[in-house]
């Protein structure tokens, strides 16, 4: 089957973690963040292919969240603490209208969460 997937190359860089802030004019924080959360960007290298199910491809250009403890959140794959709310927020969406993921907040978790564009 097909696989799609951002460029690592054509990522934004990370965007400290305020309520609204917008990494890679894709994906959206929300309000009430918790403490000790310092910034949302490319998930890159930070989980280990053991524990991700897609291709390293995918899950290196997914949006992950790093605390201040050196913990990582990535909500596509429930993984890292509980995360804030994220929205997928992508001005020419591959997959549809407003899409909400996260492992934590208010928002409910993606289920095989594999298309990142």
Do not use: I
């Not at 917008?22 to 290298?45: E, H, I, K, Q, Y």
């Amino acid at each position: 089957g097909w696989v799609v997937a951002r460029e690592a190359a054509a990522m934004a860089p990370p965007v400290p973690a305020r309520a609204g802030a917008v990494w890679d004019g894709r994906f959206r924080l929300a309000a009430g963040l918790p403490a000790g959360l310092l910034s949302l960007g490319g998930c890159g290298d930070a989980v280990s292919r053991a524990r991700a199910h897609p291709p390293a491809a995918v899950v290196a250009v997914m949006p992950a969240l790093r605390w201040a403890d050196g913990s990582v959140s990535v909500p596509h794959l429930g993984v890292g603490p509980p995360a804030p709310a994220l929205f997928a927020c992508p001005p020419n969406p591959a997959a549809g209208n407003f899409v909400a993921t996260g492992h934590g907040g208010d928002a409910p978790r993606a289920k095989n969460a594999y298309v990142s564009v």
